[in-house]
């Protein structure tokens, strides 16, 4: 069973060489520590910064370099700043070619609830409705269960929903699914977990790859 760095670092797998990435807050955010060395990506946050590197040690911290989540962060060399209009335009337009959100919910044909619980305070949506509107890809990034243990992939989504059917990949601390006509398709598992675990914890349409393997995370 992975824990939210084992997460990130298995999402970073999915990075490809000259992808722009908006990473959102919470475990995405984990996943520009583990940018595999070979290749170039570039990452995008919202509140206007293209560029974003690996999160600094103590002695690097600068406060006013900060990510929509309002963590501190590095910038790599040619990095730029924007304000939030300019940086929306790059998403709105297409420009993002990732987008790694985490969810509170994401239902079996693509439905993703990440914003709002009933009853709760919230400060704003944030930008991940424009973002799971835009974005050629959408993986997120989540616990499988709740506190309670029960299951937070779902037939069908009861919280308020952030965007409809666009979700592509799922991974969270129990395994890697991709989002198909059939529901959720399990490709790997965490080490450790077995398929019968995956199966009970699972509320939504769930199959089993012919080809599925043991999760690596290098």
């Known amino acids: 069973m992975l824990d939210k760095f084992g997460i990130a670092k298995r999402i970073a797998q999915e990075l490809k060489d ?13 996943v520009a520590n583990y940018v595999p060395e070979n290749i170039e990506v570039i990452l995008q946050s919202e509140n206007g910064l293209l560029g974003i590197g690996p999160f600094p040690y103590p ?7 900060i990510n929509a989540g309002k963590q501190t962060v590095t910038t790599k060399k040619g990095s730029s700043f924007f304000d939030s209009a300019m940086s929306f335009g790059m998403i709105r337009s297409g420009r993002v070619d990732l987008t790694v959100l985490g969810a509170m919910e994401v239902a079996d044909n693509g439905d993703i609830a990440n914003w709002k619980i009933p009853g709760k305070m919230v400060k704003g949506m944030g930008g991940a409705m424009d973002l799971v509107a835009s974005a050629k890809n959408i993986i997120v990034a ?4 709740n ?4 299951s937070k992939l779902l037939a069908k989504c009861s919280l308020p929903i952030t965007g409809l059917g666009c979700v592509k990949k799922v991974v969270t601390e129990l395994g890697v699914f991709d989002i198909t006509p059939e529901g959720f398709k399990l490709l790997e ?3 450790g977990v077995s398929i019968d675990y ?3 914890k699972t509320l939504g349409r769930l199959v089993i790859a012919d080809d599925v393997k043991e999760m690596t995370l290098g």
């Not at 000259?18 to 984990?30: A, S």
């Not at 002695?59 to 370099?65: F, S, T």
């Not at 506190?147 to 029960?150: H, L, N, Q, R, V």
């Open 198 to 200: 995956i199966k009970e």
């Open 18 to 30: 000259g992808y722009y990435v908006n990473l959102g807050i919470g475990i995405p955010t984990l």
């Open 147 to 150: 506190k309670a243990g029960e």
């Open 142 to 145: 989540m616990q499988h269960v």
């Open 189 to 191: 598992y965490a080490p």
């Open 59 to 65: 002695e690097e911290v600068d406060a006013d370099l």
